[in-house]
């Protein structure tokens, strides 16, 4: 193959083609024919690409030159062009005139344009080995070789049609090195169809030899140099952010780009969109490792890929290191210390540092979250001692926040009649005709979380007691107690014992639960 720049698709199928021509030493299948068959395409398909561009390159020549004022040597050099190019075309259409004359021996095509004689095996080592056609061929495309190192001056060019011992993959097979360009390429047993991959293998690589020496000639012209017509000033500052009394510092300079090129740019290998020569550059920061000061030095690496007039791919790499700073979570709430188990506690958790790109993501570990109406706001419920609560934003992790879980404190037994608490110690003047029991939450957790603060008395039981022996007793349901029994039978000094059996509690989702425990659940009231 040629020594010429290649394109990744065409190292491609000339490996492809090494291979198989390889294989043909072992046998011919139908696979390895149709492999052929696929390869020859490609080369067709990769050398019609080439010849538009070098056809574009020789323009490009010839527009350099006129744009310089015609000078003789620049005229000179474009006659060199043309002439490579004409060169290039001839024998292009010669070897173009061997595949159709193949074709032709072994069939022709049919109604549908396929190959008919795609299984002979006669044809090709007839016309290149036995009528010699094989040598003609050899000497016209290494003549052609010889020819661009004399026009260009570039001994690096080398000869295309070798023996098989100049090849770096059969020089040391005993079964292959000893064969000459001909025997190799086109001897026995070899398929109509290999012998057109072979020859498209050297059309390409004529082409490619034909590309790097347009390429050295555009040089010499400036043909293959950007000429930038799009010059804007650009201010690079050392920080977007500067506090009161601190000096701004910034670098200025000038940026130009070309009209007459579209580059492609990426970061870290992601193409993104360019307009007017300029790309922007947009994706979520990430960072693992902060340091003491809740920094991250990160990196990406931008590419900018231009073809250059001349027609030659360049691109231009260059790594970008930015600092992340550490998000600072900043969380609202009631009681931030501690969280209050099986309740609705309300946070607002921000992130100043994003901005209006805050969407945030909440999951609890130890417990479940209620994402709130408004951005920030969520409700945990806790379900063990240790809550730790992850916020995400973007897809990215901002950080993660502990809390300690309070139970629930014990709500307290008091006793109401007339509208007022009755007082336990002093009694009360007569048995009167109802009370009410009420189970009245703590006063800090009620400010805390008021819509998880409801208790109330379910069941009880209250006895009138004289003399240390029940005389009669009612078991209501609710707070609310009518006496009215109790109060037809009591005289002054009996005792109204009352035990509470149950207080149930209305969390913040208005369900009804029981609560496990509850302060003093008997009382005593004496009667005066």
Not at 493 to 521: C, H, M, T, W, Y
């Amino acid at each position: 193959m040629a020594g010429g720049k290649q394109s990744p698709r065409d190292k491609m199928i000339g490996m492809m083609y090494l291979v198989l021509t390889a294989l043909l030493a072992l046998q011919v299948s139908n696979s390895v024919l149709e492999k052929f068959i696929f390869i020859n395409e490609a080369f067709v398909d990769t050398n019609t690409g080439k010849i538009a561009e070098n056809v574009e390159k020789v323009s490009n020549i010839q527009g350099a030159v006129s744009e310089s004022g015609s000078r003789p040597q620049d005229v000179a050099v474009l006659e060199k062009a043309k002439k490579v190019r004409e060169a290039t075309a001839k024998i292009y259409e010669e070897i173009e005139g061997y595949k159709t004359q193949l074709i032709e021996m072994t069939g022709g095509r049919d109604e549908n344009g396929n190959m008919l004689g795609v299984k002979d095996i006669d044809s090709a080592p007839t016309l290149f080995v036995n009528e010699g056609k094989g040598d003609v061929l050899k000497g016209t495309i290494n003549g052609y070789s010889a020819f661009l190192r004399e026009i260009t001056g570039d001994e690096t060019i080398k000869d295309i049609a070798k023996d098989a011992i100049e090849i770096e993959a059969f020089k040391y097979d005993e079964n292959q090195n000893k064969k000459g360009f001909a025997e190799l390429n086109f001897g026995h047993n070899t398929p109509m169809v290999g012998a057109l991959a072979s020859l498209s293998q050297f059309q390409s690589d004529i082409l490619a030899e034909e590309t790097k020496a347009l390429e050295e000639l555009a040089r010499s012209v400036g043909a293959d140099k950007l000429k930038f017509d799009q010059i804007v000033p650009m201010v690079r500052p050392e920080s977007k952010i500067v506090a009161a009394g601190s000096e701004y510092i910034a670098d200025m300079f000038i940026a130009a780009s070309s009209s007459s090129v579209s580059p492609t740019m990426t970061w870290d290998g992601n193409e993104m969109e360019v307009v007017d020569g300029m790309g922007k550059v947009k994706f979520v920061a990430r960072a693992g490792n902060y340091d003491a000061n809740g920094l991250s030095k990160q990196s990406f690496i931008g590419a900018i890929k231009v073809k250059l007039p001349g027609g030659r791919d360049t691109t231009f790499v260059d790594t970008i290191e930015y600092t992340v700073s550490k998000p600072v979570i900043q969380i609202q709430s009631a009681s931030v210390q501690a969280l209050y188990l099986n309740c609705g506690n309300e946070l607002t958790v921000n992130v100043p540092a994003l901005g209006t790109s805050y969407n945030p993501v909440f999951n609890a570990k130890g417990g479940s979250t209620i994402k709130g109406a408004d951005r920030g706001d969520v409700t945990i419920v806790p379900t063990s001692a240790k809550v730790t609560l992850s916020v995400s934003s973007g897809g990215n992790l901002i950080g993660t926040e502990e809390f300690k879980v309070k139970r629930i404190p014990k709500p307290e037994i008091l006793i109401y009649s007339g509208g007022k608490q009755v007082d336990e110690k002093r009694g009360t003047k007569g048995c009167p005709r109802s009370i009410k029991i009420q189970a009245e939450a703590d006063e800090s957790f009620a400010q805390f979380l008021p819509k998880d603060a409801l208790f109330r008395v379910a069941e009880s039981e209250v006895t009138l007691v004289r003399s240390g022996r029940a005389v009669q007793s009612v078991r209501p349901k609710g707070p609310d107690v009518n006496l009215s029994q109790l109060a037809g039978e009591a005289r002054p000094g009996d005792v109204l014992v009352i035990e509470v059996k149950k207080v149930q509690r209305r969390n913040f989702k208005g369900a009804i639960e029981d609560v496990a425990s509850f302060g003093s659940p008997i009382k005593q009231i004496r009667i005066n």
